[in-house]
């Protein structure tokens, strides 16, 4: 599979998906949370509100890890994708307002809860390695991509 054609499956997963695994360093230890996200090709948009543990995490630390998965009963059908990338605030506020259209696209609960309001804290995710994880196809088998 070719460069172009990895990406486009791996944003198609990312498309399909809603909750990612977010990992980040928090004060030396690892801090891991479960949230919604949503994505442009290969980046991917959180959001959080000032005052959390993640958000104290990336203020110190952008580089974060991610994972997206399948529920599975069975490790033959393992599926995911793996994620390294650097996190940055978003402080331009039409590429705001483009990442709040895609939340509440998304998922129609943001409309009614705080995302909307000004405290709302937009990131943009750029990936340094993607790993597609498919062990329906084989055991351990992972197709890599890396930023050029």
Request: hydrophobic share 40%; net charge positive.
């Amino acid at each position: 599979m070719n460069r172009d054609e990895l990406e486009q499956k791996i944003s198609r997963y990312l498309q399909e998906h809603s909750i990612c695994t977010l990992a980040t360093v928090l004060d030396g230890k690892p801090h891991a949370s479960a949230l919604e996200y949503v994505n442009f090709g290969l980046r991917i948009y959180i959001v959080s509100i000032p005052g959390t543990a993640k958000v104290q995490a990336l203020a110190k630390n952008p580089d974060v890890a991610i994972t997206v998965n399948e529920s599975y009963l069975d490790m033959r059908g393992v599926q995911g994708v793996q994620y390294w990338g650097t996190a940055s605030v978003v402080t331009d506020d039409q590429k705001k307002e483009r990442i709040r259209t895609l939340f509440f696209d998304k998922f129609t609960v943001f409309r009614l809860i705080h995302w909307r309001s000004s405290k709302a804290m937009f990131y943009e995710i750029n990936p340094a390695r993607v790993d597609f994880i498919d062990y329906r196809r084989e055991f351990g088998y992972k197709e890599k991509w890396l930023a050029e």
